[in-house]
Each structure stands twice: as structure tokens, then as C-alpha cells.
């Protein structure tokens, strides 16, 4: 945990020394996401759960090219009901992520709109699962995610007006989270964010 709050005080500490060259302009954002699984087997369904998404980040305008760097970091609650038959299991899991876009911006003074593109570094920092209606419990992510790492494609486009932003997004993870043979299960999902640009 002590790696987790060393790395987000140093991503903060230097947003805020590059913030003072001018150089950037800081956000925060958040949302709520629908989440779900990509699955590769038609015998198994995944739908939707609510989501979140909240965090931090920078736009760094690169005026020669006529396009904005966006680097950021949030939390992200991703995850799916899935179906087998008759059986459901729902699955939450927690992510921290660090997105990296590129902005195309059409903008006239403190409006406009954008559209970018990018990828997507994550890692599950916890999770909770329940089978049909029963409580939910905590996971052994070791155990019963393939893979706590994944990497994502991910678009957002959306309207800015004087620092605030109103954007969508939609995302697609590359890595198998399954530990079952029988399918693969990859994260998947689109979302509504605000966001505040200082």
C-alpha cells in the first residue's frame, strides 16, 4: 500500500511542478460506467453492472501538432453478471489505472468539442463476487482472476465550456481475466464522466 500512495504523491508532485512552468492545465473527473465482460463462449452471457470511474490527470497541449497528451490516473470499478444456465455470478472488481490518450481538440476560445484515443494500463486492487442472490464476498484475486494486470484500448470524445468538460468513453481490456478454460472473459465497457480542468 505504502508503493500505491508513494506513486500517486509523486504523479501529483509532478503535475504540480509542470503546472508551474505553464506548461499543463490539472483535472478531475469522475463518473458512473456500465462494465461488463467480452466473452468468447456463447454457452456463458455477461451483463452490465453500475460502475465508477474518479480520478486525476493533465492535458498537455502540443500546439505545433495541433493535439493534446493526456495522461492520468484513477480508480475504476469494473466488472459483470455472468450467466451459465441457471446460475449467475456477479463480480466487482477495483482498479487503479493510469490512461494515456491523445486529443484531437476543435476548439474556439473556452469551448469546444474533443475526441481522443489511447491506452490504458490497470491493476485489480480488490474484489467482491456473489453467486445468484447470496451476500457478496470478498475474492482471492490470486485464486480466481486469470490475470490482475490488464491492458486496454480505450476512445472518449465530448464538450468542454469554460473548464468543465461532459465527456463518453468506451474501453476494451486485452487481457484474459478468466481462470475458467472454458471461456475467456476480457473488461469491457462505456461510461459518463465530468470533469473540471483547472
Same mark, same amino acid.
Given at each position: ?5 508513494? /506513486? ?19 483535472? !478531475? #473527473?469522475?463518473?458512473?460506467? /456500465?462494465?461488463? /465482460? ?9 451483463? @452490465? ?7 486525476? %490527470? ?25 450467466? @451459465? ?10 482498479? !487503479? ?24 494500463? @490497470? /491493476? ?23 490475470? #490482475?494486470?490488464?491492458? @486496454?484500448? #480505450?476512445?472518449? %470524445?465530448?464538450?468542454? !465550456?469554460? %473548464? ?7 474501453? #476494451? ?26
Amino acid at each position: 500500500m505504502k508503493k500505491y500512495i508513494v /506513486f500517486i504523491f509523486a504523479f501529483v508532485a509532478s503535475i504540480a511542478w509542470v503546472k508551474a512552468q505553464n506548461a499543463i492545465s490539472p483535472f !478531475i #473527473r469522475a463518473g458512473v460506467s /456500465f462494465p461488463s /465482460f467480452s466473452l468468447d463462449n456463447r454457452a456463458y452471457s455477461a451483463n @452490465s453492472i453500475v460502475g465508477f470511474h474518479g480520478g486525476i %490527470g493533465a492535458i498537455v497541449d502540443v500546439p505545433e501538432l495541433s493535439f493534446e497528451f493526456e495522461p492520468g490516473m484513477q480508480l475504476a470499478m469494473r466488472g459483470a453478471k455472468l450467466k @451459465s444456465g441457471s446460475t449467475t455470478v456477479s463480480r466487482s472488481l477495483l482498479y !487503479i489505472d493510469i490512461p494515456m490518450m491523445i486529443n484531437l481538440p476543435l476548439t474556439i476560445g473556452q469551448t469546444g468539442i474533443f475526441a481522443g484515443v489511447g491506452g490504458m494500463f @490497470s /491493476f485489480a486492487t480488490a474484489g467482491w463476487k456473489s453467486v445468484g442472490s447470496a451476500k457478496s464476498e470478498k475474492m482471492n484475486l490470486s485464486d480466481e482472476l486469470g490475470n #490482475r494486470f490488464d491492458l @486496454s484500448g #480505450r476512445v472518449h %470524445g465530448g464538450l468542454r !465550456i469554460y %473548464g468543465h468538460q461532459l465527456s463518453l468513453f468506451y474501453e #476494451r481490456g486485452f487481457v484474459n481475466l478468466s481462470t475458467d478454460k472454458a471461456y475467456a472473459a476480457y473488461n469491457s465497457g462505456w461510461g459518463i464522466l465530468y470533469g473540471y480542468i483547472f
